[in-house]
């Protein structure tokens, strides 16, 4: 087993490592950045369909959910097409409307999820196109989808998603300037510096996995926390909920997280000097308004741990730890973020001696309902 884990501890740690890789591999054949190009062959004879479609519906469930989040932020910006993201354990119960001109994209890792099935059989019912973003190729929800890309992030054993997440991220990523460039929402020298840059980040996340050490000093200070709130703005806003999943799946830590301007309608209220409160706080379009929630944080006494752009010297000076991401456009800001945040996670649990790979109660894939 020592050897499947590659000389790691645990399987979650060689798949947090292993992101360079995995987004690298999300990418390949798919963004030619000289030409402002990207290619999906997997939907490409789906292209009549964006060029037209009024609305998008993801449905997925737990991490899958949060990377579709992260989608709708970037289909929305990019593609300039209507998108609701949606439980499919809630979706399917629900009586949806749903006509042969929406567009339904599932994500699973695993694409066996029994909800998300469920939800596409629905959606299929109704007449609507189904796209799938699954990592398992040939599993059922490739098979029952029109179309979809795949993620290629590699088997993963870790219960808690990792790199399966990132990877997910990076075809939405793909998805949303594929359908831009279809519908052109985006211009070919915009296409050309975001992909230009895309092409950078797994570059930039083996950069970001460099903050390993400081992490996990941090975590040791944290460690026997009960609570912990997670808050960013934006397409971080995902990132937080997905950080909070992160902590709670695997350390049993009671976690939430939160729209950092939603903070003062409750969880204010929690905030004393045992709760630590992680921040994203890079410098994009929210981060003066993050630095006004980072400061009514610590007006209360809260302890802040901020993910910050490199350099930042404003926020290290109110922060009680800082950890340091390279610099990157807004759209990109998810697949470096979650990269401390897991690792974050991980080393909390370490410490409490919990078993990272295989957390109690849950299971790697939810094939009942
Ligand atoms: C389970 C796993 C999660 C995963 C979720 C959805 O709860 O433990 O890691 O996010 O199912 O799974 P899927 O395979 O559909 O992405």
């Known amino acids: 087993e020592m050897l499947e884990k590659g000389g790691y501890d645990h399987f979650m740690l060689k798949e947090i490592y292993e992101q360079p890789r995995s987004v690298r591999d999300c990418l390949r054949g798919r963004i030619y950045p000289q030409q402002g190009k990207v290619q999906l062959g997997g939907v490409k004879e789906y292209v009549e369909k964006l060029k037209n479609v009024d609305r998008i519906i993801i449905v997925a469930c737990g991490t899958s959910w949060h990377a579709g989040l992260v989608g709708e932020y970037l289909i929305e910006e990019y593609a300039r097409v ?164 992160k902590l709670k799946e695997i350390s049993y830590i009671h976690a939430e997280g939160y729209p950092a301007a939603e903070m003062k309608h409750g969880p204010i209220a929690l905030i004393d000097e045992d709760m630590p409160v992680v921040f994203i706080a890079t410098k994009n379009s929210s981060y003066e308004k993050v630095i006004s929630n980072i400061q ?41 973020a979650t990269i401390p945040l897991q690792l974050l996670s991980y080393h909390i649990a370490v410490m409490r001696g919990c078993n990272v790979d295989q957390p109690r109660n849950l299971a790697k894939s939810v094939t009942v309902e």
Do not use: W
Not at 302 to 326: F, L, Q
């Open 82 to 245: 209507p998108v609701e993201v949606e439980y499919a354990s809630e979706f399917r119960y629900r009586n949806p409307i749903i006509t042969e001109k929406d567009l339904v994209i599932a994500i699973s890792q695993s694409g066996e999820t029994a909800d998300t099935m469920a939800a596409i059989e629905l959606a299929k019912e109704k007449g609507a196109t189904i796209f799938g973003i699954c990592n398992v190729v040939g599993a059922s929800i490739p098979r029952l989808s029109h179309a979809g890309v795949y993620t290629h992030a590699g088997p993963e054993i870790g219960v808690a998603s990792t790199k399966a997440f990132t990877a997910q991220v990076t075809a939405l990523t793909l998805m949303a300037f594929y359908i831009a460039q279809q519908r052109g929402t985006i211009t070919e020298s915009k296409l050309i510096e975001y992909l230009t840059e895309l092409n950078e980040i797994p570059t930039l996340i083996e950069k970001t996995l460099k903050t390993n050490d400081h992490v996990q000093i941090i975590a040791d200070k944290f460690k026997d926390s009960t609570n912990c709130l997670f808050l960013g703005r934006g397409s971080s806003f995902p990132v937080a909920l997905e950080g909070a999943l």
């Open 296 to 336: 009514e944080v610590r007006a209360r006494g809260g302890h802040v741990i901020a993910i910050v752009s490199e350099g930042d010297t404003v926020v290290r000076d109110m922060a009680d730890y800082v950890i340091e991401i390279p610099q990157t456009s807004e759209a990109f800001v998810p697949l470096l």
